[in-house]
DNA sequence: TATTGTTATACTCTATAACTATA
DNA sequence: TATAGTTATAGAGTATAACAATA
């Protein structure tokens, strides 16, 4: 049995909840002109990072629903972002790629997602950041 | 000029985005019968807290739109656990309050989410919470 | 049987824009 | 002019359920 709860600002859930509101928040207002989310952004990333990742990977690492992971997928390759490699052994494996103007738009975001965590990291030292990753790791169990 | 960063897994901003998804899932998951999602459990409580409370100031506290704190104002109205009192001096704002049935309903939340947030806060001593309220609270402004 | 990708569907949150009423 | 509420609209993210192809 839990101890009762007096007042709606002890809620660390309503924190992380308004915290990631403020990120989001300032996000779209600053990257407009990309025409990326910041989801969309993490899995131009990831596939770079690792050519040939499949949607279960990315699913994985970004603890996405395979179709929420699907939806994205798809909007990246409407944009001409994102490639699919011919299947090897396993024909259900789809593997991942950066397209020509993927790798473009990503080097453009790297640089845009910078002054985005400068903005972020600017109020706090870097103990306190490393305290802070390792927290928010805590919870979604990076 | 912000220097450029090396790994998708230094960036904060994911991980408060994946911390953010962690929580909501828990929540999710745990609150289906109660027919509340977060935000609705947030708008009870500080009606409950201040009664009277103007759709203004609920945006201001939870930092949401004027027209996202109305769709949710509304989707309480019609689940009749929020009622509206009679304009007072000021005839735009519109006071606030909990129905008898918004009443029961957010006792039965605050238990609910007491046991959220003890599933939350397990993972972590007393000092490290205060430290990580502290750190999402410079997120967030509040 | 389990995994991967897929589609259809639905709901929440969020915001912009334009409007009305009031101050 | 500014504020409070309202409505219409749209987009992103999230998930469930059901299906086909493959392992």
Known sequence: MAADIAALDDILGLHIRLAH???LRHFSEHFADLGLTQKQVS???????HPGIAQTDLARQLQMDRATTMSIVHALERKNLLERQTPGEDRRRIGLRLSADGQALLARARTAIADHEQWLRARFTA????QFVQLLKRVHGG
């Open 21 to 23: 509101g403020a990120v």
């Open 127 to 130: 103990v306190e950041l490393e």
């Open 43 to 49: 899995v131009l990333w990831l596939a770079h990072d």
